[in-house]
Every structure is written in structure tokens, then in C-alpha cells.
């Protein structure tokens, strides 16, 4: 499949910009959360990853819910899996091809992004 594994520590994130861009961001939203209550940080990392992946990245125009889901939730509940006693419903295609489109899309607003960063 082409993947090319990058190991990072701690201490030396330096495995590519990308990474590099979401710890900046994710830290900032940390430390803006955590001024207000200090001793219950670890109580807002799940509100941090919520905020993080419904916010639309500025390549691909879509935040990380809606290319993985196909959809963006409007809270934490919507995300909650639907019970595995029920059926598929008929449109259960329809909706995979769709979001087979959408990751086209996003393949192709990525590879035009890097083209534009390398002229």
C-alpha cells in the first residue's frame, strides 16, 4: 500500500510538518481550556479532540469528522455507534459511495495543495 511509518518521541516530534502543526494546535487549545480549571484538565482532552476534528482543515476544506463519517456531528452524542441489532438500511450503499467520493475529493484538494507549496 506505499506506507511509510515515522516514528516520533516526545522529545523530537520533528517527523514531518503536519505533525508538527497539530501538536502547535493542540497545545494552544490546551493551554486555553486549562487556565480555567486547572485541576480538571484531563476532564477536557475529550472536549479538546471533539473541538480538533470537527474544525475544517485548511487544505482539504472538511474537518476530520466529516471525511471520516461523511458527517459533521453537531455533538458528542451524535458520534455515540448505532445499536448492531438493526438491519442496514437500504441507502447503506448509496451512503458508502458517497463518502468514497468525498475521499476522492480530499486525495485530489491534498495533491493539488502540494502542488502549490512546491512551485
Known amino acids: 500500500m506505499g506506507i511509510k511509518l515515522k516514528y516520533n518521541t516526545t522529545c523530537h516530534p520533528q517527523t514531518d510538518g503536519q505533525t508538527e502543526v497539530t501538536n502547535r494546535t493542540l497545545v494552544t487549545l490546551l493551554r486555553g481550556l486549562i487556565k480555567l480549571q486547572s485541576k480538571a484538565w484531563d476532564l477536557l482532552l475529550l472536549h479538546?479532540?471533539?473541538?480538533?476534528?470537527?474544525?475544517?482543515?485548511?487544505?482539504?476544506?472538511?474537518?476530520?469528522?466529516?471525511?471520516?463519517?461523511g458527517l459533521d456531528p453537531l455533538a458528542q452524542l451524535d458520534l455515540v455507534p448505532r445499536p448492531l441489532d438493526k438491519t442496514p438500511s437500504?441507502?447503506?450503499?448509496?451512503?458508502?459511495?458517497?463518502?468514497?467520493?468525498?475521499?476522492?475529493?480530499?486525495?485530489?484538494?491534498?495533491?493539488?495543495?502540494?502542488?502549490?507549496?512546491q512551485v
Open 90 to 117: 437500504a441507502d447503506a450503499e448509496q451512503r458508502v459511495t458517497k463518502i468514497k467520493r468525498l475521499h476522492e475529493q480530499v486525495q485530489a484538494r491534498i495533491e493539488k495543495s502540494k502542488i502549490s507549496y
Open 48 to 69: 479538546v479532540e471533539f473541538a480538533y476534528n470537527k474544525a475544517p482543515s485548511k487544505v482539504i476544506g472538511l474537518s476530520p469528522f466529516k471525511v471520516v463519517y
